[in-house]
């Protein structure tokens, strides 16, 4: 496991040799539940000086990448500037909700993980400049 790690974090400095690997776990904090069939995923940055870098790597359309398995709608990304937060909703995330769906985290409690499991690519001099843990180092 550890080897096809990195082998996969070789490839990709390969893809973009000027890009830093950071995990959202190592620059972020994040608080999920539930409405309805919809996700709700809070991602708040650990420091003020790393919300930028959420807000422009951690795009609506990377969200739904990383959940394309698990979610059946959209996904829709609410900024929070003023808390340095970004709020997902991510519709079709709970077999239809809490009260009818069989899965076993019908309150969407795991999301907040899954998304912390993200790895975003930001480019070196930016990445150094904000002071960002770079993930497999």
Known sequence: LARARRQERDRSRRQHPHHMKVRLLDIAHARSGDKGDTANVGLIALRDEWYPILARYVTR?????????????????????NLFALNFLLHGALGGGGTVTLRTDAQAKVYSSALLRLVIDVPDAEARAAGLPEHGA
């Open 61 to 81: 359309e990377r969200v739904a990448e990383h959940f394309a398995k698990v979610i059946k709608g959209s996904v829709v990304r609410y900024d929070l500037p």
